[in-house]
């Protein structure tokens, strides 16, 4: 991967996949299933404080939560192996990310009903795309990675993405269903993979990952999903696993009511 090439790989169904074979340690591949199944149990968390707080004054922090629904795969794959001096710039009120990260789950639940500042996309690009230069030019090996969804206004997003280009940028940007022939003119390397293979989406970006915290400037991972046959991310994991053999509902039930009791007890506690 270079840093100037304007050409897009597109990546189909994993090899791991395919034949069983897979570089990802089996630690991983279950640590990467059972953070989407968290993310979506906080997902349908939110979905019942929604349905409480219909009326309330801070519903956009629980909607813009409710809006990552099915995105599991590409918030997991790309933020799981971030480093503590990487940076995230996410959609306002999405704290999916910085959970991922290990925000507490008491904090975030505040989070959600705390008010958001309106923000543009153009001024939280450059937010992201400063500190990307602040990192080149402290050398720290930090990266910034900068999420998008087809809800983004795309000549902001694809203005940053030229910036991010000429300069060489440590930054590595996801989109989620942009259309992909609108991106092309741009100096960024481009990957399109599935945006519901959570195996596939790992695996590019910590190749975009490693490519920026290289010194190779930036990438542009496209998420894409085919809107008659999305399918279900988890879902698809759980069967991954599954035909590995690393898979068994007791895992899977162990794992999830603990953290279905601490996801209670934050609500709980923020309920006071």
């Known amino acids: 991967m ?8 597109v990546l189909t169904t994993p090899p791991s996949i395919q034949n069983g074979f897979s570089l990802i340690s089996n630690e991983k ?28 004054p801070k519903v956009g922090n629980l909607t813009a939560q409710a809006a990552a629904w099915s995105q599991e795969a590409a918030s997991v794959g790309m933020t799981i192996d971030l480093l503590p001096e990487d940076s995230i710039l996410s959609h306002p009120g999405d704290f999916i990310p910085a959970f991922i990260r ?21 001024a939280r690009l450059k937010i992201a795309t400063d500190k990307a230069k ?4 402290m050398r720290n090996k930090g990266i910034v990675v900068a999420f998008s969804s087809t809800h983004d206004q795309l000549e902001p997003w694809l203005q940053a993405l030229a910036r991010a280009g000429v300069q060489d940028l440590p930054m590595v940007f996801l989109s989620w269903n ?22 596939a989406v790992y695996r590019v970006a910590c190749e975009a990952i490693s490519h920026a915290r290289m010194g190779n400037g930036p990438t542009l991972i496209e998420c894409q999903t085919v809107a008659e046959d999305r399918g279900d991310p ?12 690393i898979f068994s509902e007791e895992f899977k039930a162990t794992e ?9 007890a934050a609500v709980k506690s923020f309920k006071g």
């Open 2 to 9: 270079t840093a100037k090439a304007k050409e897009t790989t």
């Open 29 to 56: 591949l279950l640590e990467l299933y059972t953070t989407m199944r968290k993310c979506r149990i906080i997902h349908e968390r939110v979905r019942i404080l929604i349905s409480q707080h219909q009326n309330g």
């Open 102 to 122: 290990g925000m507490e789950l008491t904090v975030l639940f505040r989070a959600l009903f705390e008010p958001v500042a309106p923000q543009s996309g153009r």
């Open 134 to 137: 602040l990192n080149k030019r």
């Open 178 to 199: 942009h259309n992909s022939t609108k991106t092309r003119s741009h100096a960024v390397p481009a990957i399109t993979v599935d945006g519901n293979d959570v195996v």
């Open 234 to 245: 988890i879902l698809n994991m759980e069967s991954y696993l599954i035909r590995k053999g």
């Open 256 to 264: 999830l009511a603990r953290f279905a009791k601490e996801l209670e």
